[in-house]
């Protein structure tokens, strides 16, 4: 079955700390993975898009990799901000016949100033 | 830039009425996606749509039904409304055909429904 999980569900740290955030997927045929960022109540903002062939994307701050042997892609924001407190959501869309993305469950931060 | 329109972004509606949502996906997407999302939970797919045919069905209830039409907009119609369809409703497209931005997603504001 084709799972995404993200680890930790919750994370709080001081402001000007870099974090990681986790994602795991089972069967590494995919085609490409999408990290996403919501607030409470709000739609679905992309952060970045990996493709397979890709090992990482950078945006300002952010910086996402993926290894697909293993299963894994890692969020990491450098020097947190308070506006960074959001749900971040990992989604995967495998190599089969369809074109869905499946979601993890998010890691929701919270940036403390 | 064009982005994913979808209609109404609120919707209050009582048990057992029908609903209709609207999305409008990016000029010249080929592909749209409805998700759900419940109350803490995360984006589930319900039904895809490539070229105005029917592309991948997920979890999406027999009251459910939906469409797109030749202007490639699409309607999500819900019948017979139940408590638990309170939820957010996501439209999003893309374009298959381009290769280098790998199938990428965008997705709309969302569509909040609320049933009473």
């Known amino acids: 079955k084709q799972e995404v999980t993200q680890i930790p569900a919750a994370l709080s740290v001081p402001e000007g700390e870099n974090l990681v955030l986790n994602c795991s997927f089972t069967?590494?045929?995919?085609?490409?993975l999408q990290w996403f960022r919501q607030d409470p109540g709000k739609g679905l903002t992309s952060l970045l898009l990996?493709?397979?062939?890709?090992r990482e994307q950078t945006s300002g701050r952010l910086n996402a990799s993926l290894d697909k042997s293993s299963g894994r892609s890692t969020l990491y924001i450098a020097a947190s901000q308070p506006g960074d407190s959001a749900t971040y959501l990992c989604a995967v869309h495998w190599m089969d016949s369809s074109y869905k993305l499946i979601f993890g469950s998010g890691t929701r931060l919270l940036v403390r100033p | 830039a064009a982005g994913v329109i979808q209609s109404p972004r609120h919707l209050i509606k009582e048990k057992r009425e029908t609903a209709t949502l609207k999305c409008y996906p990016i000029?010249?997407?080929?592909?749209v996606y409805w998700y759900q999302q419940g109350p803490g939970q995360d984006p589930q797919f319900l039904i895809s749509f490539y070229e105005k045919m029917q592309s991948d069905k997920g979890s999406i209830p027999d009251r459910f039904s939906a469409q797109q039409f030749s202007d490639y907009h699409s309607e999500l119609n819900m019948s017979s409304l139940e408590l638990g369809d309170s939820a957010l409703y996501f439209c999003?497209?893309?374009?298959?055909?381009?290769?280098?931005?790998?199938?990428?997603?965008?997705f709309g504001p969302g569509t909040r429904l609320t049933v009473t």
């Open positions: 000029p010249r997407h080929d592909t």
């Open positions: 990996i493709q397979s062939s890709q």
């Open positions: 069967d590494s045929a995919i085609y490409n």
């Open positions: 999003a497209s893309s374009l298959r055909q381009s290769l280098d931005r790998g199938y990428e997603q965008y």
